[in-house]
Nanobody, 127 residues
Framework: QVQLVESGGGSVQTGGSVRLSCAASGYTVGSGDMGWFRQAPGKEREGVATIWRGSGRQYYADSVQGRFTISQDNAKNTVYLQMNSLKPQDTGMYYC????????????????????WGQGTQVTVSS
């Protein structure tokens, strides 16, 4: 059974930094693409960043490009999201997601591409 467990969320002021972690079990980090998504109250879930298996190529939403960095540590079976220069509009529930190689792939930040999801961790950025 695949489990993705996010941690590291919390409250931070504008301009601050937070690092989210996603620990996987029943799934080998690096065996498939992984990503981070977020959802603000009253809004749809949106893709934040993804990292591809093999190449490690990364994709970011325009709104976080240059401020967020996705990375993975295969030895720890964990994926991270380093978030810097945070803004109030970054507030939301952040979810870790994973997919299997060969799964149907939509666009690189499309939630439909991912079959496994964590329970989420809340990030609140105050002005």
């Amino acid at each position: 059974q695949v489990q993705l467990v996010e941690s590291g969320g919390g409250s931070v002021q504008t301009g601050g930094s937070v690092r989210l972690s996603c620990a996987a079990s029943g799934y080998t980090v690096g065996s498939g693409d992984m990503g981070w998504f977020r959802q603000a109250p009253g809004k749809e879930r949106e893709g934040v960043a993804t990292i591809w298996r093999g190449s490690g190529r990364q994709y970011y939403a325009d709104s976080v490009q240059g401020r967020f960095t996705i990375s993975q540590d295969n030895a720890k079976n964990t994926v991270y999201l380093q978030m810097n220069s945070l803004k109030p509009q970054d507030t939301g529930m952040y979810y870790c997601a994973a997919r299997r190689a060969g799964d149907v792939n939509y666009t690189v930040l499309d939630a439909r591409s991912f079959r496994y999801w964590g329970q989420g961790t809340q990030v609140t950025v105050s002005s």
